[in-house]
């Protein structure tokens, strides 16, 4: 034989043999990894029912402690003992204090009391006062067990519970020094039915003389019917724990024999036990089964020892590439998964010349925080598994959804449809459409969406998700609960708001900013009663910036703090100057979230040493709507202080009625969008003739914001409008002109009134 065949041979023997091996190896290994399998799911079972036997074992063994300790919250007392032992008997101190007490407070059914003789003297069933020796007669077979043990302690015939509770009186009675502090508490059959019945010495608690002779027993009886199990199951999370008197045929459905502690039947306990294992038996073990037969085919076909061995090192490196490149928490790839995805779909992008797209779209789960702060962090994690699962069922198999952290979650879609963004975004739409299911409570979830796309918005992964980015964040400025598609417009706006938070920034801590302030005039004598301050920036280079566009900047920036404490140290220290107003200063709901607003008005107040009742604080409803509970708090703390509180920008909210009654304001003031133009419209009219019955009804000064007409003004006055403001009157103007502006306002307004007010009341009604 050739030296060749030889080795060839011996080289097919070698491998024959390793083969046989390898199989019989896999084989063993296969067959372990099903008895695992099926172990562990079979003893996750077992073990999640004996746990819930335990548990619902210690709630009944609770229940009869529970009964003792009711007891003993009368039962060991001085008055108790005095009553009790009273002769004639104290029956009606006892009916008011144990017998309807514990029927009305507990639950007892039956409540009777034997002397020291174990003669029954008094009793209660059913809430009523009955015979005593009657009441004993018909449960003398079970009390007298119970009365038995409380008097000469267990015989060992009833199953004995609730050590806790007899160390601690143990404890008592050493205390007293005496040994008369006694009790039995068990589960019994009462008319074939479960009950717990329990005994306790009525003892004193404080003068030991007060007992004579051997004491009385309070004796209890209070059935364990459908209401008890129900309270029990509730509080062991068992929502169908029942007792019935059959068990229960079917094998979803655990049965357990129900045994009173004197060994008589009284039932079968009733439930769903959770089975964690089931999804290993019923899913996991069959796709292991087949998954075993598989790789045993195609081993038994196709093993070497090199192929075993390179698939072996491959298996590893997958498992490792998996753990690096997905989310632990979701499952989904990770932001690193998802930028090197995207980096390949853009090198095929290029390379490709069927005009497709790539697609970027960031989720942005809204107001995830709040389910985080009210419901906990774990049910935030089970929040963002369920919108997952919810994205992953409404994208396409083709998309690649990832999970970046937090809340955030991105798409990525190769197309060539036109109308694959309208398409992605309305799948995304839908998948918040219904409640998710947080922990048995269904929360309702939105999110802002972020869309850009390649080649058009960026060729690179940096480029393209800052876009999708800055979608998400121009979505979630307008309201949330919207798609956005990036656009050239989006990153310029973005890139301005950065400007003007840096210069903002600037301006502030240089002192570029100041108060401006617009007169407030009476109907009643056309003076100027007060002022508001208005927030001004007059940019060296871009001139003046109007508040609606660097404030919602500087609340977002986190600078709104300091811009609100600064703007109440300016209005303070200018309110010296006009002694006779009174001014009106804003508050943000920031300054409610991030700044202690209390200690800061009573630093200004005496820094400043101004009367609180010249300053009128004005919200919005932005403040009521968050942490109500604490800004009532905060609101009354400084209306205490003197402050007067006025609701800004009144109709604009959707609930404005119900602050009117939670909170306690000065003024209401009218938003400008029912004034004006107010002389033709007629539904306005009404809003703000309703709104003026209310508030003055409810003792409240009605202003009207944005006043730029005469006929304006004079409607205001005629539907009953305490003060005005607006246009029509002046602008805001620096402190140092508002002497000059109240002193030309200070002539009567009535007489440049049109004198045919009430005409112009009746056109607004016709039209």
């Not at 080795?7 to 067959?31: C, E, N, P, Q, W």
């Not at 009953?720 to 009157?729: A, I, N, P, S």
Request: aromatic content about 8%; some cysteine.
């Amino acid at each position: 034989m050739p030296a060749s065949t030889y080795r060839t041979d011996h080289y097919k023997s070698d491998l024959r043999r390793l083969t046989g091996l390898i199989a019989a190896a896999l084989a063993v290994f296969s067959g372990l990894l099903l008895v695992i399998v099926a172990y562990a799911g079979w003893s996750a079972n077992r073990t999640a029912i004996v746990r819930e036997r335990q548990l619902v074992e210690n709630a009944l063994d609770q229940s009869v402690s529970q009964v003792l300790d009711q007891q003993k919250a009368i039962a060991w007392w001085d008055d108790a003992v005095a009553n009790a032992q009273a002769r004639p008997l104290a029956t009606e101190w006892l009916e008011t204090n144990i017998g309807v007490y514990f029927f009305e407070t507990y639950g007892h059914d039956e409540v009777i009391i034997v002397d020291g003789n174990n003669r029954p003297v008094y009793a209660n069933v059913g809430g009523t006062l009955s015979d005593p020796a009657t009441a004993y007669a018909a449960r003398a077979e079970v009390l007298d067990q119970i009365v038995a043990e409380a008097r000469g302690g267990a015989d060992g015939h009833l199953r004995q519970r609730d050590r806790a509770f007899a160390e601690s009186q143990s404890n008592y009675s050493a205390l007293l020094g005496a040994s008369f502090g006694r009790w039995a508490g068990h589960i019994m059959s009462v008319d074939g039915e479960p009950a717990v019945v329990a005994a306790i010495t009525i003892v004193p608690n404080l003068d030991a003389n007060l007992l004579q002779g051997e004491p009385h027993l309070l004796l209890s009886v209070v059935r364990i019917d459908e209401g008890f199990m129900a309270q029990v199951g509730n509080s062991l999370l068992i929502s169908d724990l029942s007792l019935a008197q059959e068990a229960n045929p079917s094998g979803r459905v655990l049965s357990e024999a129900f045994v009173a502690d004197d060994g008589a039947p009284v039932g079968f306990l009733t439930w769903t036990p959770k089975k964690p294992g089931q999804t290993l038996l019923m899913f996991v073990l069959p796709m292991v089964g087949l998954g075993v037969l598989g790789v045993g085919f195609l081993t038994w076909l196709m093993i070497s020892r090199l192929k075993r061995a390179s698939t072996e090192l491959a298996d590893r490196e997958v498992e490792s590439r998996h753990q690096a490149l997905h989310d632990a928490l979701s499952g989904l790839p990770n932001r690193h998964h998802f930028v090197q995805h995207l980096q390949e779909s853009l090198d095929g992008l290029v390379q490709s010349r069927n005009n497709s797209r790539v697609f970027v779209a960031y989720i942005d789960v809204d107001r995830f925080k709040d389910v985080n702060d009210t419901m906990g962090h774990a049910a935030g994690d089970a929040l963002i598994m369920a919108v997952a699962r919810r994205l992953q069922d409404h994208v396409t198999h083709n998309d690649f959804l990832s999970r970046f952290g937090g809340d955030e979650f991105a798409v990525l879609r190769v197309s060539n449809d036109p109308n694959a963004a309208d398409d992605l975004a309305e799948r995304l739409r839908r998948s918040f459409e219904e409640n998710f299911d947080v922990y048995g409570q269904h929360v309702r979830m939105t999110a802002s969406i972020g869309i850009a796309q390649a080649p058009e918005h960026g060729v690179s992964p940096q480029e393209l998700m800052r876009h999708a980015d800055i979608a998400l964040y121009q979505g979630k400025n307008q309201g949330r609960d919207r798609a956005m598609l990036f656009c050239a417009e989006m990153a310029a706006e973005v890139e301005q708001r950065r400007e003007v938070e840096l210069e903002l920034q600037a301006a502030l801590a240089s002192g570029d900013l100041c108060l401006h302030y617009q007169p407030v005039v009476s109907c009643a004598h056309g003076r100027v009663t007060g002022l508001e301050a208005l927030l001004r920036w007059k940019h060296p280079t871009k001139g003046d910036i109007s508040p609606a566009v660097f404030v919602p900047i500087a609340e977002e920036a986190g600078i709104m703090p300091a811009l609100g404490a600064f703007v109440l140290e300016r209005a303070f220290e200018e309110a010296k100057r006009w002694p006779d107003l009174d001014v009106a200063i804003n508050l943000s709901p920031v300054q409610f979230r991030h700044v202690h607003l209390v200690q800061l008005l009573e630093d200004l107040l005496r820094k400043h040493e101004i009367d609180p009742r010249r300053i009128i604080l004005e919200v919005t409803e932005g403040v009521l709507m968050e942490s109500t509970d604490r800004n009532r708090q905060i609101l009354d703390t400084v209306r205490s202080m003197g402050f007067k509180i006025a609701l800004d920008d009144f109709g604009t909210g959707y609930s404005s009625l119900r602050y009117l009654c939670d909170f306690r304001f000065d003024k209401i003031k009218i938003d400008r969008a029912f004034v004006t133009g107010i002389h033709e419209r007629k539904r306005a009219m009404t809003i703000i003739q309703s709104v003026v019955t209310l508030g003055r009804g409810l003792g409240m000064d009605i202003v009207a914001e944005g006043v730029e007409t005469e006929a304006e003004a004079s409607v205001m006055r005629l539907v009953g409008v305490t003060e005005l403001q607006g246009f029509f009157f002046s602008q805001a103007v620096p402190a140092d002109k508002v002497s000059a502006l109240v002193d030309g306002l200070a002539a009567p307004q009535q007489e440049e009134q049109r004198p045919a007010t009430v005409t112009d009341l009746q056109a607004v009604r016709r039209t």
